[in-house]
T-cell receptor, first 111, second 111 residues
């Protein structure tokens, strides 16, 4: 079974803090994704990566950056957290453009 | 960008009844998938239907695809309280590696 893990289930940060969300997958998937999910807005793609050190902007990259130094790990970075980044963050991985495997999510609250 | 629109946004039925959810999309697709999300958790892949397929079954799930109408439906037969979750459709198009998710249908199955 594919396993995608996220570093925290719940996180509380202060405005202006730098926040790191980590995602690790154990199935040698080439593609990894970061989404945020907000009520009524569904899943919105922030960034994705199709190879080590490669990244592509999704639909809402502003205020975020990513890092993929190893194939199994994809990090989402909030350079200076703001209250409008309070959300559920979901990481996923896939082999191709088909089935994505999701982590359990990180619920981030920015105060 | 949101390609898929689910309908209805929310659905409440009694245990044992069938649940039907619909998804419409805007552009030509390669595949359409359905995912399920339990409250506060990550998404789980349910079923994939290719653009050249019209119907697919998996256990109590039946998916149809009408590419002329750019729409799909997910039928859950003999629903159970444990089917209570949000259901999302997701499409991939062209050579894109990423999926585009709909806004989801919240299904509540009452015991």
């Amino acid at each position: 079974d594919v396993k995608v893990t996220q570093s925290s289930r719940y996180l509380v940060k202060r405005t202006g803090e730098k926040v790191f969300l980590e995602c690790v997958q154990d199935m040698d998937h080439e593609n990894m994704f970061w989404y945020r999910q907000d009520p009524g807005l569904g899943l919105r793609l922030i960034y994705f990566s199709y190879d080590v050190k490669m990244k592509e902007k999704g639909d809402i990259p502003e205020g975020y950056s990513v890092s993929r130094e190893k194939k199994e790990r994809f990090s989402l970075i909030l350079e200076s957290a703001s209250t409008n980044q309070t959300s559920m963050y979901l990481c996923a991985s896939s082999l191709g453009p088909k089935t994505q495997y999701f982590g359990p999510g990180t619920r981030l609250l920015v105060l | 960008s949101q390609q898929g629109e689910e309908d209805p946004q929310a659905l409440s039925i009694q245990e044992g009844e069938n649940a039907t959810m619909n998804c419409s999309y805007k552009t030509s697709i390669n595949n359409l998938q359905w995912y399920r999300q339990n409250s506060g958790r990550g998404l789980v892949h349910l079923i994939l239907i290719r653009s050249n397929e019209r119907e697919k079954h998996s256990g109590r799930l039946r998916v149809t695809l009408d590419t002329s109408k750019k729409s799909s439906s997910l039928l859950i037969t003999a629903s159970r309280a444990a089917d209570t979750a949000s259901y999302f459709c997701a499409t991939d198009s062209g050579s894109a590696r990423q999926l585009t998710f709909g806004s989801g249908t919240q299904l509540t199955v009452l015991p």
